[in-house]
């Protein structure tokens, strides 16, 4: 089973890429913040605890977001496998997916750590937020999202170095060369 983490900050194209991969590997694609923004449409709990927290460019609780993560997974039994997309962002939520991926006899195969500069992030959040409609595609927000991504989210690369399953992507280039350096790393698993 195919488990992929696609990793890195606010604009690096987890999203874009993802949609790529879940096109050839046939993989499920959970993206916490998708799940997030549908929660605060139902206008359910979780939706409400994180919607404000989501516009001002904080993290939703670990607790809270390790919760969903394991309900989204049992959604989806016969999957091939899944690509997580926003998940972990921290230390705490990576070693709670290796024990919920334990649980269920699996584990993460990859985490491509798709790396692009900071201006360039800035750039693309700004040029996205002309049409997305999200909350949190502001100035202000992209960068404190990008503070909190330096602050809690970048520990996770070292947690994936130690298992020998960061691979670093190099994110700027076109859609297509970013993705045939997915590819790669994904075809050349041990
Ligand atoms: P994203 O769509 O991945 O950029 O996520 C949008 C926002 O949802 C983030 O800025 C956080 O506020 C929240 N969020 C998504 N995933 C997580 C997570 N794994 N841990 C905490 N907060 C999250």
């Known amino acids: 089973m195919l488990n992929v983490v696609i990793f890195g900050a606010p604009g690096s194209g987890k999203g874009t890429q993802s949609d790529l ?79 919920l991926l334990k649980k269920r006899n699996i584990r993460v195969s990859i985490m491509l750590n798709i790396d692009v500069h900071q201006a360039e992030l800035v750039k693309r959040l ?14 202000a927000t992209i960068q404190e999202r990008i503070n909190v991504y330096e602050q809690k989210t970048l520990p996770v690369i070292q947690f994936y170095d130690k298992q020998g399953k960061h691979v670093r992507i190099k994110g700027t280039g076109t859609m297509e060369e970013v993705f045939t350096s997915i590819c790669e790393a994904i075809d050349h698993i041990k």
Do not use: C, M, W
């Open 21 to 99: 991969i879940v096109e050839k590997y046939g993989l499920v694609h959970l993206s916490t913040g998708d799940i997030l923004r549908a929660e605060i449409a139902k206008g359910s709990e979780v939706g409400k605890i994180a919607d404000g927290l989501i516009s001002k460019g904080q993290f939703v609780p670990d607790d809270v977001i390790i919760t969903v993560l394991d309900n989204a997974i049992d959604q989806h039994p016969t999957a091939k496998g899944f690509i997580f997309d926003g998940f972990p962002r921290t230390v705490v939520q990576a070693e709670a997916l290796d024990s």
């Open 126 to 139: 700004l040029n996205r937020g002309k049409t997305s409609g999200r909350s949190d595609d502001n100035l």
